[in-house]
């Protein structure tokens, strides 16, 4: 498994933890273990930037996923093949502001934000009902799961 955490930001960020939540997240979702990630950690008028770049919206946001090899979850039977998960970028700025509005701390702020960028990565979306029902159930069992705790708050820009 490669998980690689560049942190571009300017901030102090638990990296290893990034990186334990992610193998946790692909143990449980029977991504290969060959399976490559790559988590950018920008600030805010790098993160304006990949936004305008990637979606054509102005502003900063919180996390940006790019997937590469359109992977999706596996089964224990059937892993998903090896392959490019994809890039995740997160603004730990954006994250701070969010986790304060939320009652939780920065920390638990970027493990979501994580978690949520490798779910979009998988082909999970929350623009409808349903979609975002299955998953911040998916996103809410993993970090619970990791964390032994309950999983912060969702915060959507």
């Known amino acids: 498994m ?4 560049n942190n571009e930001s300017g901030v102090t960020v638990d990296e290893a933890e990034l990186v334990a939540l992610a193998r946790y997240v692909f143990e449980r979702l029977f991504i290969h273990p060959q399976a490559e990630l790559s988590i950018l950690l ?14 054509d ?4 946001t919180d996390v940006l996923s790019v997937p590469m090899d359109e992977l999706t979850p596996g089964t224990p039977d059937k892993p998903t093949p090896q392959g490019m998960l994809g890039d995740i970028a997160i603004c730990p700025q954006v994250a701070e502001v969010q986790a304060k ?3 939780h701390s920065t920390q638990d702020e970027m493990l979501l934000l994580t978690t949520h960028g490798i779910l979009h990565l998988l082909g999970f979306d929350h623009a409808e009902p349903e979609e975002k029902e299955e998953m911040f159930g998916l996103q809410r069992e ?3 799961g990791f964390t032994g705790k309950a999983a912060p708050a969702e915060t959507i820009q």
Request: aromatic fraction near 0%; glycine fraction near 8%; charge should be negative.
């Open 101 to 103: 509005n939320a009652g």
């Open 42 to 55: 920008v600030d805010e008028p790098a993160m304006e930037k990949l936004h305008i770049e990637l979606m």
């Open 57 to 60: 919206e102005p502003g900063s």
């Open 142 to 144: 993993l970090l619970s």
């Open 2 to 5: 490669s998980i690689e955490v």
